[in-house]
């Protein structure tokens, strides 16, 4: 058997036709199959959906409790029969809920990543190594340039900022889903215990977040309606980085603008977009993580997606690995 009569491309996303169902397609089919969170993985209107149950929670949350027609939670570890085909869940290392998709066939199995990071997140399930024939990878970093420090660094860059400029509100833009959450409970690990503030749009996932057990400490409304902006100097306001062209983030005193992603490696972005104190934190691997990834799974073949797809290409090539990008669209960077 073919890896490609397992699972190819659709314009709708990955199909694989013995199992009749899509991985993170990106329109509306039957059945739907779905690696974590994030608005460019996990679109409503599937009529159904199978994912662990965090990422359930979670789209219910994003998209409204009626997101799709019909839901099944699925365990990490545990496998299930789809027509033909045998079918696990993983942990990917991403966000909170974020798996890779295990699809099995007559011998072949074959590995949807979706997207994944290998560094340390407390937030989240630890990434696993998932043996392979076919190894499907993201490559949203996936140039020799992106090679991501230690967060903890970072966020030490953040607190010692907040330090020597105590008259100033800190913005910290970070995505809602994951990496909020991340910058957070990396603070209260340095053991930073003042509020932190956060805008009403990472409110709730930040609240299902603790109800999974995640501790992110004493969380306030970022909010000057009520008091005067000068009770926010020295606070860190972690918000949505979209949030920062708006009337709300003028409130603050004289506001000091940060923002965790890994872009933030290239310095002409972070200065484009007006960032004083650029954080390189990821949830997506950099380029050594996602070269030991495919030579961890013993994958003899590797598919890439959304990203730097031919760098990735060329060097599973030049390592002796069959390569082939598989250009899908209508993924973004979100969890960047």
Known sequence: MRASDLLHPRPEGLYCPP?????????????????????????????KVLATRETLDIMAIRCGPDFAGATQ??????????GDVTVSFHPAGHVLGSAQILVEHNGMRIVASGDYKRATDPTCAAFEVVPCDVFISEATFALPVFRHPDAA????KLLKSAQQFPERAHLVGAYALG?????????????????IYIHGAIARL?????????????????????????????????????SFADRWARRFPDPLTSFASGWMRIRQRARQGGVELPLIISDHSDWDELTATIRDTGAGEVWV???????????????GISARPLHLVGYEDEGD
């Open 19 to 47: 199992g009749d169902f899509y991985i993170d397609p990106v329109r509306p089919v039957e059945r739907a199959l779905i690696t974590h969170g994030h608005s460019d993985h996990a679109r409503p209107g599937h009529a």
């Open 73 to 82: 939670a699925m365990a990490l570890g545990d496998r299930i029969r789809l």
């Open 153 to 156: 660094d970072e966020i030490g």
């Open 179 to 195: 990496k909020a959450q991340r910058v957070m409970r990396l603070l209260r690990d340095q053991g930073y215990d003042r509020p």
């Open 206 to 242: 930040s609240e299902y977040y603790e109800s999974q057990g995640i501790k992110l400490g004493n969380l306030q409304p970022a909010t000057v309606e009520d008091g005067d902006k000068r009770d926010f100097a020295g606070a860190i306001i972690v918000a949505p980085s979209s």
């Open 305 to 319: 997606t959304h990203g730097r797809e031919e760098a990735l290409v060329r060097w599973c090539e030049l390592n």
